[in-house]
């Protein structure tokens, strides 16, 4: 068991998701920036698809019972093993006892932990993401074991390598979205001229965005929406849908983010800017 | 069976959205059933879809898609369904509503509001059968076609932070039941004990698209037991096949 000894800000389990159930209007879910998690479960001969802990904005302090080997990816938090630095994309071997703790966020906004075998929380629907109403939590809390599988034996094929943050890029690519062409030559010169703003509104639900473009009064019928739509609101505002977003909207979808870009988009934070590229 | 024009627009790298006419049809809604029949009779693996009115979202979950060739699959799809004939089966769900003042807190304002008794109300509300044309929003949530004009009634003005598990609302040209305590600006006129969405059952949802509500007027004592059913996994909504 992995004990969290305290949970910092927003700690939650993620997979790639929850595949299947949109019919009935269940989220995806997973982690928000999949290609670190992908990554990280890589360098430790994980399956892509192996359990996680998506660490948002301030870490941690766990401590493990058995003997294990990990991996950081994400964001970078200054991230300690019994007070010793480790990097991101660093396989590092821990014992019975160790403690990782966190300390300043330094960059991005959700860090992964992925452990040897992924951890072994209860599948719901196909899926170990935390999703409320779907799991009975939507995040650690102090003092909770989390299960993983005991390893001694693991002998990586990499060790350790330098990636970069793709998370650093300041611009999001984007396909039209299917109402796209309602938008004004107004609306458009705002979409990709503007630089936008992270606002508070902003979680693994959707990202609002500060900087308002041209309000409109179209509406249109209810209809599907996925991670990475981008919504326009009557009052001119932006939301863009991310993993546990809702699966249907009534706003037109005028952009829909690259899947690149949803990983790009998940590791900003309040404050953090960045402008729209068409593809 | 009607077929309709459709139309096909990518959707990001994994999906396209098909939409049919803009319109809440009956007649629509069945042809965009008989098209998923017909496209899961094809057995392509990795594709889910998701109906909302008019619109049909499809999601390829195995890899990027080729859009001029799914777009092509699609529209032969569409065009062979009409050969063979709809085995759907769809049920009339008859689904229990305590309308007690403690549950349906606006309901003596909607009453005033609509210039109906909240007995005039209650009857015109279960008197009717509402068809669902999507399940979204929230993990359960039904959207529900057919409400009465006499029953429309605009949103609240603010809406409440919370609104309890199983509220059954009026908004607009909507009725429907909240699955889950969450924000919302309906006018909540009662409380429905069964609950919508159980991800510990193998088919969470038991309403699905294309099948029709109508809600029953029940008492408190009787919105008691039924709760306690449901919990215990013993209770289950009455049904009717309906054919497609």
Redesign the interface.
């Known amino acids: 068991m992995l004990k969290v000894l305290k949970s910092g800000f927003f700690v939650t389990i993620q997979d790639l998701g929850r595949y299947g159930y949109r019919d009935i209007g269940v989220p995806v879910s997973g982690a928000m920036d999949a290609d670190s998690v992908k990554k990280a479960n890589l360098l430790l001969g994980n399956d892509p698809n192996a359990a996680v802990m998506e660490i948002t904005m301030t870490g941690p302090t766990l401590q493990f019972d058995e003997p294990t080997f990990i991996c950081l990816s994400g964001a970078h938090i200054s991230a300690t093993v019994n007070n010793r630095p480790i990097e991101n994309y660093q396989v590092v071997q821990v014992t019975k006892g160790d403690i990782l703790s966190y300390g300043k966020l330094q960059n991005g906004f959700r860090a992964y932990l992925a452990i040897k075998g992924g951890f072994q929380t209860e599948k719901v629907l196909g899926s170990r993401s935390q999703f409320v109403p779907v799991t009975k939590t939507k995040r650690l809390k102090d003092g909770e074991e989390v299960p993983y599988i005991k390893n001694i034996s693991f002998k990586p094929l990499i060790s350790e390598v330098k990636i970069d943050d793709h998370f650093l890029e300041n611009h999001l690519d984007v396909y039209k979205g299917p109402e796209f062409e309602l938008l004004s030559d107004m609306q458009l010169s705002g979409i990709f001229t503007k630089t936008f703003t992270v606002s508070k509104e902003n979680n693994r639900m959707a990202y609002q965005l500060s900087e308002l473009i041209e309000s409109h009064s179209h509406s249109m019928l209810t209809s599907g929406t996925l991670p990475g739509t981008v919504q326009l609101t009557p009052a001119g505002r932006l939301i863009i849908l991310m993993k546990d977003g809702q699966t249907t909207g009534g706003y037109p979808r005028i952009l829909q983010l690259s899947e690149e870009s949803i990983c790009t988009l998940a590791q900003k934070k309040l404050g953090d800017k960045f402008s729209f590229k068409l593809l | 069976m009607k077929s309709y024009p459709i139309s096909i627009?990518?959707?990001?790298?994994?999906?396209v959205?098909v939409?049919w006419p803009?319109e809440?049809k009956e007649s629509i809604l069945a042809d965009i059933l008989d098209f998923m029949e017909a496209f899961k009779a094809l057995k392509i693996p990795g594709w889910?879809?998701?109906?909302?009115?008019?619109?049909?979202?499809m999601?390829y979950?195995n890899d990027h898609l080729d859009f001029e060739e799914t777009q092509k699959m699609i529209l032969d799809c569409h065009a062979g369904q009409a050969k063979s004939p709809s085995n759907r089966v769809q049920h009339l769900w008859t689904i229990p509503v305590c309308y007690d003042q403690e549950f349906g807190i606006d309901i003596q304002e909607v009453s005033k509001t609509l210039n109906l008794s909240v007995e005039e109300l209650i009857q015109q509300h279960t008197s009717h059968q509402y068809v669902v044309y999507?399940?979204?929003?929230?993990?359960?949530?039904m959207?529900l076609g057919g409400l009465p004009q006499s029953l429309e009634i605009p949103r609240r003005s603010e809406p409440r932070l919370q609104v309890a598990k199983g509220s059954v609302g009026l908004a607009g040209k909507q009725t429907g039941i909240y699955?889950?305590e969450s924000p919302g600006g309906w006018n909540i006129i009662g409380n429905c004990p069964v609950p919508l969405?159980n991800?510990g059952l193998k088919e969470?949802?038991f309403v699905k698209?294309g099948d029709k509500i109508q809600f029953n007027k029940i008492s408190k004592a009787e919105y008691d037991l039924h709760k306690i059913e449901a919990e215990v996994g013993i209770y289950k909504p009455a049904k009717v096949v309906l054919h497609a």
């Open positions: 627009k990518p959707f990001g790298e994994r999906a959205l939409e803009s809440v889910e879809m998701s109906v909302a009115y008019n619109s049909l979202t999601v979950n999507g399940i979204g929003f929230l993990p359960g949530f959207y699955p889950q969405f991800p969470p949802c698209v």
